[in-house]
Nanobody, 123 residues
């Protein structure tokens, strides 16, 4: 299984970015997907998750109302639309694939990870 994240960059506070994660190697539409992030000196934390069908989503409180996770199963791709970005959103963002049919916020339940894409938000 391979996950390729892209779309990071340097933006100013209040700007928007859309991250993409292209998946290959398993039946994408059967697996929940998630986005996590890791800021310098901090542990990796949950950001958002989406069910295999896209019908259910979870968000961390810190991003609720600003970030939207979505997926296009026909393209084997999951997205993270990030609006109203804040300096505290600065981190490396990782996409990950959960177990079969799972929708979860638990990092331990994700078994495949992308390489990460860096997001820097300046004030």
């Amino acid at each position: 299984v391979q996950l390729q994240a892209s779309g990071g960059g340097l933006v100013q506070a209040g700007d928007s970015l859309r991250l993409s994660c292209a998946a290959s190697g398993r039946t994408f539409s059967s697996y929940g997907m998630g986005w996590f992030r890791q800021a310098p000196g901090k542990e990796r934390e949950f950001v958002a998750a989406i069910s295999f069908s896209g019908g259910n989503t979870y968000y961390a409180d810190s991003v609720k109302g600003r970030f939207t996770i979505s997926r296009e199963n026909a393209k084997n791709t999951v997205y993270l639309q990030m609006n109203s970005l804040k300096p505290e959103d600065t981190a490396v963002y990782y996409c990950a694939s959960a177990g079969f049919g799972r929708l979860t916020t638990n990092i331990r339940e994700y078994d495949y990870w992308g390489q990460g894409t860096e997001v820097t938000v300046s004030s």
